[in-house]
């Protein structure tokens, strides 16, 4: 697995302060897109220990409300089995903090993966060139989803999270 960047004190990519990943590698190739460079799964870095040891340093931080997996795409076929470890791994050291998934894919059909067990919540969707709108909070474009996992879990259909109105 690759990714393009660690990004830290966040506020734009989830609730509160959090660390992002930039995975790369995505299949969606939607017009429009804020990172084509991160389509490509090799380019970027090598997600290794150091780039481990850096995401978890900072999210030692009691500020740091958690992470964020986006790109690319964390979804990515050729992330999925490494992003679903890691994030087991992160749930079981840092089970205080959240963890957030932007994937194009859709809830519907990514429901029974695995790695849904480790998402607090899921912003589900290929962007929209033409349903952007710069006020939507914490995504790109109208058809986007900010989906509580865990409540759509024990539910069985989507929850949404509920801030999801326009800043």
């Known amino acids: 697995m690759r990714?393009?960047?660690?990004?830290?004190d966040d506020m734009k990519n989830g609730d509160g302060l959090r660390v992002v990943l930039w995975l790369s590698g995505c299949r969606h190739h939607c017009p429009g897109c804020q990172n084509p460079i991160t389509w490509n799964p090799d380019d970027g870095l090598i997600f290794d220990e150091e780039a481990k040891r850096e995401i978890e340093q900072q999210l030692g931080a009691p500020y740091i409300s958690g992470i964020t997996f986006s790109g690319g795409d964390p979804l990515f076929p050729e992330n999925l089995q490494e992003v679903?470890?890691?994030?087991?791994?992160?749930?079981?050291?840092?089970?205080?903090?959240?963890?957030?998934?932007?994937?194009?894919?859709?809830?519907?059909?990514?429901?029974?993966?695995?790695?849904?067990?480790?998402?607090?919540?899921?912003?589900?969707?290929?962007?929209?060139?033409?349903?952007?709108?710069?006020?939507?909070?914490?995504?790109?474009?109208?058809?986007?989803?900010?989906?509580?996992?865990?409540?759509?879990?024990?539910?069985?259909?989507?929850?949404?999270?509920?801030?999801?109105?326009?800043?």
């Open 3 to 8: 990714y393009h960047d660690i990004t830290k």
């Open 84 to 167: 679903t470890s890691y994030m087991k791994e992160l749930k079981a050291r840092f089970p205080e903090k959240t963890i957030w998934l932007y994937t194009g894919e859709v809830w519907e059909d990514i429901q029974n993966l695995e790695v849904l067990r480790y998402i607090d919540i899921l912003v589900d969707g290929r962007f929209e060139q033409e349903k952007k709108d710069n006020l939507l909070h914490w995504r790109g474009s109208a058809n986007q989803r900010v989906i509580d996992v865990r409540r759509s879990l024990l539910c069985g259909q989507v929850v949404l999270q509920e801030r999801q109105e326009r800043l």
